[in-house]
């Protein structure tokens, strides 16, 4: 009993070292990680507008986008969730970038199977109220009934 008690504290002692040392580690590639992510501008939460493609003043669709922005190479992620027509409780993820003065993003339905799935091409908008609003403009595409579909889109950080 005692050779298989000493052999258990063994394994424990060279095993410690190596779990403690990869917690660590971990941790802070998640603190680095928080401070590149979280220092954009980019980064946080958004509402997108899809206005009514017969009325284009009157907004059909609203949507909360939760943007992760990684400032070291363009790349964006997230999450979608329609929030008007209150009704409507979809929920889509999303990849994508930015570069320049354009984000380019796929998106596709978190639930399946769902055919509710496209992409976004938007422009900054220069002609935004202050420089600290960040507002884009553009088109998302979508595949309706075998036909492509495009629809105007507006997104603007919170």
């Not at 009325?55 to 992620?77: A, Q």
């Not at 027509?85 to 999303?94: A, E, G, S, V």
């Not at 354009?102 to 109220?129: E, N």
């Amino acid at each position: 009993m005692e050779t298989l008690f000493g052999t258990i504290v063994w394994v424990i002692e060279q095993i410690w070292p190596g779990v403690l040392s990869s917690a660590v580690f971990a941790f802070i590639v998640c603190i680095v990680n928080k401070v590149i992510i979280g220092r954009s501008g980019y980064s946080g939460d958004w509402e997108a507008e899809i206005p009514k493609t017969t009325e284009p003043d009157i907004v059909d669709k609203k949507d909360s986008w939760k943007i992760k922005h990684r400032k070291s190479d363009g790349k964006i992620e997230g999450r979608i969730k329609r929030i008007y027509p209150y009704d409507d409780k979809r929920k889509w993820r999303f990849y994508g970038v930015i570069r320049e003065n354009h984000m380019i993003v796929t998106y596709w339905s978190t639930k399946q199977p769902s055919d509710s799935r496209g992409c976004m091409f938007v422009t900054l908008d220069d002609t935004r109220v202050s420089s600290s609003q960040i507002v884009y403009r553009g088109q998302y595409y979508k595949q309706e009934s075998g036909k492509l579909v495009s629809r105007t889109i507006k997104l603007t950080k919170k």
